[in-house]
């Protein structure tokens, strides 16, 4: 079965700084997805970044960049100069094989507050 | 780029009564459609997968009867919530998967927020 662990309920950042995000996974599937979404209080879901299991190095998106350590199963998201506009739940998400049905399982989410 | 678009957004309903949701794939071919139930302050749980033409596969505990969904298009999925109650008021989002193009593949609707009273 796969999971996805977030243990962080809540973190605080001040603006300017960065932050890094906790995320572990467990899985049996050889060929995976891992995503961050950042979900803001209005509800929609905001793409972040993606790193495939097989990718050879960690994925950036701008301000973001995804510290992916596959032995130690772990996926941390770090957001670069912190902007009070990042104030948002960001949620962790991995997929399994597409044999699977491709479904997205998301861990339990951290809500991040940036302060001025 | 791809964009789904899910209605209503809000709605409030009367304990008793079906409320349908849509969400459609406006550029797209949806061949999966995931709908997911969010609790304040929760995680994202995935109620059921669909694929175009074929029966909806639910997740463990998750009443099929009572969440009916129907993909019986490409670009149109809907999730019914039969015999709504008050624990169903929740935020319900669907998401489109897309087999075979862009290494991300999916696509969110813009979440509905349903309230029973």
């Known amino acids: 079965a796969q999971k996805i662990t977030q243990t962080q309920p809540g973190m605080f950042v001040q603006e300017k700084e960065a932050v890094t995000l906790d995320c572990t996974y467990d899985?049996?599937?050889?060929?995976?997805?891992l995503f961050w979404y950042k979900q803001p209080s209005s509800g929609e879901m905001i793409f972040l970044i993606y790193?495939?299991?097989?990718?050879?190095q960690n994925a950036t998106e701008g301000r973001y960049s995804l510290n992916f350590q596959k032995a130690r199963k772990s996926a941390n998201l770090v957001i670069s100069a912190s902007q009070l506009g990042d104030s948002a739940m960001y949620f962790c998400?991995?997929?399994?094989?597409?044999?699977?049905?491709?479904?997205?399982?998301f861990g339990q989410g951290t809500e991040l507050s940036v302060k001025p | 780029g791809a964009v789904v678009s899910q209605h209503p957004s809000r709605v409030i309903c009367k304990s008793g009564t079906s409320v349908k949701i849509e969400c459609r794939s406006l550029?797209?071919?949806?061949?999966?459609m995931f709908w997911y139930r969010q609790f304040p302050k929760q995680s994202l749980m995935l109620m059921a997968t669909?694929?175009?033409?074929?029966?909806?596969?639910?997740e463990q505990g998750v009443e099929k009867d009572k969440f009916l969904i129907n993909h019986a298009s490409l670009t149109l999925s809907t999730l019914t919530v039969t015999s709504a109650h008050p624990e169903d008021s929740s935020f319900y989002i669907c998401?489109?998967?897309?087999?075979?193009?862009?290494?991300?593949?999916?696509?969110f609707g813009s979440g509905t927020r349903l309230t029973v009273v």
């Open positions: 998401s489109a998967g897309q087999r075979g193009s862009s290494r991300y593949g999916y696509t």
């Open positions: 899985t049996s599937d050889p060929s995976y997805g």
């Open positions: 790193q495939g299991s097989y990718d050879q």
């Open positions: 998400a991995m997929r399994g094989n597409y044999n699977q049905g491709g479904k997205l399982i």
């Open positions: 550029d797209f071919q949806a061949t999966t």
């Open positions: 669909s694929n175009e033409g074929s029966k909806a596969t639910y």
